[in-house]
């Protein structure tokens, strides 16, 4: 069973960065993913990486978070600045199979692995 272990959440003030980071043991070849949601919400899709590097991110974060992975470490980061309010939310690290299209790379039910989540609060 592939595991993945999520950390770096935490308490920060809005403008503010944070990064996260997710340790797994998932091929290298799996794409790799960040989702997030928030009491009462539907799980979002945040940003995610093909093991060639090739990245994917939802128009609310994009050029304020970025997603990268190294493939020798078995880890995938996301580096988010600038952050609002609205970034409020639990954040889970998630895996789909390599062969996954790239138009459905953002499809949650895509993904068969993931991992417990870590809070990041942003306060205003």
């Known amino acids: 069973q592939v595991q993945l272990v999520e950390s770096g959440g935490g308490l920060v003030q809005a403008g503010g960065s944070l990064r996260l980071s997710c340790t797994t043991s998932?091929?290298?070849?799996?794409?790799l993913a960040w989702f997030r949601q928030a009491p009462g919400k539907e799980r979002e899709f945040v940003a995610a990486?093909?093991?060639?590097?090739?990245?994917y991110y939802a128009d609310s974060v994009r050029g304020r978070f970025t997603i990268s992975r190294e493939n020798a470490k078995n880890t995938v980061y996301l580096q988010m600045n600038n952050l609002k309010p609205e970034d409020t939310a639990n954040y889970y690290c998630?895996?789909?199979?390599?062969?996954?299209?790239?138009?459905?790379?953002?499809?949650?039910?895509?993904?068969?692995?993931w991992g417990q989540g870590t809070q990041v609060t942003v306060s205003s």
């Open positions: 998630a895996t789909a199979p390599p062969g996954t299209f790239a138009s459905r790379v953002t499809w949650a039910t895509e993904y068969d692995y």
């Open positions: 998932a091929r290298t070849s799996r794409v």
């Open positions: 990486v093909h093991w060639s590097l090739t990245t």
